[in-house]
Each structure stands twice: as C-alpha cells, then as structure tokens.
C-alpha cells in the first residue's frame, strides 16, 4: 500500500519554466490537497479538490493550476515559475469525513522546488 | 491574524521534562482539532486527534477549550526521540480544509 506518493522529489527550474508535480494516492480518498511550506509560514493551502471533476482555490493559488480528472491523481501544475515559489510542496489526501468532521490527512514525502 | 497560531519556540528541554504547547485559533465553527508531528525535512504524520473531553495517547495529552478557542498538547518524560517540529491543525471553512499553525519546535537534550 502506496499511500501518497509525490513525484519528483527535487526539482530545480529556471524563472518563466512551467512544470507539473503530480500526486498519486491508493486509498481510494475523495479529497486532496496541495500545501506548500516555506520557513516559518507554515503550510498554506494552495488548492484543494473534494472528488474527480471539482477543484476549489486555497489560502494562496496564484500561479498554481490542478485538476482532477480520477479519484487517484492531483497534479499541480506552475504556470510560469517565480523565484517566489521556491519551496517544500507537499499532496496530502484524506476521506471526507461526515458532517463538520474531518479525518486525518495522509501527505506525500514532499518536493523541493527551487526557482532560480 | 493568522487563523491557526503557534508559539514557534524553539523549546529546549532535557530528557524527562514535561512540556506545554498551545495553540489558539480564530473561526469558531471549526468542528476538527489536531495535532501533527513533523520531522526535519519529512512530511507532517498525524500524532493525535484533538476532542472537546480532553483525551491522552501515553506520554501525550490533549485538551480542547472551545470558550477560549484554545487547544493545548503536553508531552510528558520527554525522549530524546520527541524532537520535531509540532503543528496545531484545525478544520476551517467550505468541506473543513485543514489549516495549519506555523508549528512549534521542539528539542529535547540528554
């Protein structure tokens, strides 16, 4: 059993350079979200999708893209990299939870991004 | 103001000292409470789930004060092994995105 899993793991761009970090998940969750990490924020919600066909926009999703086309897969796609968006980005999927509940979120390993 | 806040530490604390973290939050709907554990350079793992009666998980305790939108983890006998950084999670807005503190470090010294 997989988990979360987060390709790549470092990634090095150059400014103006678009590229896709995609997270794949096997257990079958319907929500998932992308964070990324940066020292002393925290992580912030970029964006986040509650099942195939329905994503929704977080905390900070200027210059970030998703989509989710299967209950599996989230990429995250950066438009036209900035040196501002060098940062730890990590995929997180957990079930829906019922009602106002929320359960525990599973995340990938994470990825290293650096814009130069 | 930050929804999730945290006391960013660092907390330097021998081996067996009990330690204190707390955290505040500002949307009184959010109805989910945890507390993740991150270590350097991984990713956050769930180290306990957060409810309103307080609950404890060994060496760990939680407590949850929704009057005063306040949640707190103790750590007891404090190991060597407990250094991380500690994130105060709650559930906030449209299908309960999980938002999180900035984390608390913390770093325990023989």
């Known amino acids: 059993n997989a988990g979360v899993t987060q390709t790549p793991k470092f990634q090095v761009l150059k400014t103006g350079q678009s590229m896709t970090l995609q997270c794949a998940q096997d257990?079958?969750?319907?929500?998932m979200s992308w964070y990324r990490q940066d020292p002393g924020m925290g992580l912030r919600l970029i964006h986040y999708?509650?099942?195939?066909?329905?994503?929704d926009q977080g905390e900070v999703p200027n210059g970030y893209n998703v989509s989710r086309s299967t209950t599996e897969d989230f990429p995250l796609r950066l438009l036209s990299a900035a040196p501002s968006q060098t940062s730890v980005y990590f995929c997180?999927?957990?079930?829906?939870?019922?009602?106002?509940?929320?359960?525990?979120?599973?995340f990938g390993q994470g990825t290293r991004l650096t814009v130069v | 103001r930050k929804e999730v806040e945290q006391d960013p530490g660092p907390f330097n604390v021998p081996e067996g000292a009990t330690v204190a973290f707390n955290c505040t939050y500002s949307?009184?709907?959010?109805?989910?409470f945890f507390w993740y554990r991150q270590d350097c350079r991984k990713e956050p793992k769930l180290l306990m789930s957060?409810?309103?009666s307080g609950n404890e998980d060994g060496r760990f305790t939680a407590q949850l004060n929704r009057a005063s939108q306040y949640i707190s983890l103790l750590i007891r006998d404090s190991k060597l092994s407990d250094s991380a950084t500690y994130l105060c999670?709650?559930?906030?807005?449209?299908?309960?995105?999980?938002?999180f503190g900035a984390g608390t470090r913390l770093a325990v010294h023989p």
């Open positions: 997180a999927s957990s079930y829906l939870g019922t009602g106002a509940t929320r359960t525990e979120a599973f």
């Open positions: 257990m079958n969750h319907e929500y």
């Open positions: 999708s509650v099942g195939a066909g329905i994503t």
């Open positions: 949307n009184s709907a959010s109805q989910s």
């Open positions: 957060v409810y309103s």
């Open positions: 999670v709650v559930s906030s807005g449209g299908y309960n995105k999980l938002i």
